[in-house]
């Protein structure tokens, strides 16, 4: 393996199939592809038929060839950053940001340390999600010592009101991580972030960041937020390819999404809304091509 981040899954474990060219991991049951930023996959259905069966994955997701139209499909990056191009409001809301806090470059075993807090309290924004345990945050940290990660944190004179986990890999930066602290928000502790970060990353080292996929299992309000700043969405199409068992169950419920969306009384928690909707979104980009 060449680059650092599969050099890193590597080293701690992560297990890797290789198929179509590429190499895949478990996301959430699933396989996606292992890499820091989203690509343009092509695999046979005998490879992706053969990979199922060889890791039992749910289902592999990645997207293929761009589509002729805008779909419910996308990833973003930022490829440039002038601060002069964006809107009057998000200047002053940027400077607002950058005088309340300081944002500056953290080492991962001070963050492991002291930024539990922090971390937990970001978890009362989230409907259907709990917050890992002490002694699992710290390992979650100490476990990207030795990988291509770099972390940020935002300060309101000493106290840590959020952070942020980079991913750099050659010319890309992924957006892996970031918490914030919710009574902070309103006061613009994320532009004060984002403006250091994307100054730092895209404007002063040329590369380009980027915030992955569209998210499924939650709404898409940091993408839409992320916009402001000048990054751009590219579309593709969404592909999925299920084991049997699962591809009959979804077809079978899927003409009912509505109605169970609808139906709180089942506490679906986030795992079947996010697969319908992936499901819709698959059907969609299929039509789009």
């Known amino acids: 393996m060449s680059n650092k981040y599969l050099e890193w899954l590597q080293?701690?474990?992560?297990?890797l199939f290789s198929r179509g060219g590429i190499y895949w991991r478990f996301y959430r049951?699933?396989?996606?592809?292992a890499t820091i930023c989203p690509i343009l996959v092509e695999i046979s259905s005998a490879e992706a038929q053969s990979l199922l069966r060889e890791s039992g994955a749910f289902f592999l997701q990645y997207s293929s060839m761009?589509?002729?139209?805008?779909?419910?499909?996308?990833?973003?990056?930022?490829?440039s950053y002038d601060t002069d191009k964006l809107s009057s409001k998000m200047r002053n809301q940027?400077?607002?940001?950058?005088?309340?806090?300081?944002?500056?470059?953290?080492?991962?075993?001070?963050?492991?340390?002291?930024?539990?807090?922090?971390?937990?309290s970001a978890f009362t924004r989230y409907a259907h999600a709990r917050p890992l345990t002490a002694q699992e945050?710290?390992?979650?940290?100490?476990?990207?010592?030795?990988?291509?990660?770099?972390?940020?944190?935002?300060f309101q004179g000493d106290q840590l009101v959020g952070y942020g986990q980079f991913i750099v890999e050659d010319r890309d930066v992924l957006?892996?991580?970031?918490?914030?602290?919710p009574p902070h928000l309103r006061h613009y502790c994320a532009y004060a972030l984002y403006d250091t970060v994307l100054r730092h990353y895209v404007g002063e080292a040329g590369l380009t960041v980027n915030d992955g996929n569209r998210p499924l299992a939650h709404d898409t309000r940091m993408h839409e937020h992320l916009l402001k700043y000048g990054f751009k969405k590219?579309?593709?199409?969404?592909?999925?390819?299920?084991q049997p068992w699962l591809k009959w169950g979804v077809s079978v419920v899927f003409p009912f999404r509505r109605a169970l969306m609808k139906a709180p009384s089942l506490r679906?928690?986030?795992?079947?809304?996010?697969?319908?909707?992936?499901?819709?979104?698959?059907?969609?980009?299929?039509?789009?091509?």
């Open 11 to 15: 080293r701690k474990g992560v297990k």
């Open 29 to 33: 049951g699933a396989l996606v592809p």
């Open 66 to 79: 761009p589509v002729k139209v805008p779909t419910e499909w996308w990833y973003i990056v930022c490829d």
């Open 94 to 120: 940027i400077k607002r940001g950058r005088k309340g806090y300081a944002v500056a470059r953290i080492d991962c075993r001070w963050l492991a340390k002291h930024g539990y807090q922090c971390y937990v």
């Open 137 to 154: 945050f710290q390992a979650e940290l100490m476990a990207t010592v030795d990988g291509p990660f770099e972390h940020w944190g935002i």
């Open 175 to 181: 957006i892996d991580v970031v918490k914030f602290a």
């Open 234 to 242: 590219l579309y593709g199409a969404l592909n999925v390819v299920y």
């Open 268 to 289: 679906l928690g986030a795992t079947l809304p996010a697969l319908l909707l992936q499901e819709e979104i698959r059907r969609q980009c299929r039509t789009a091509r």
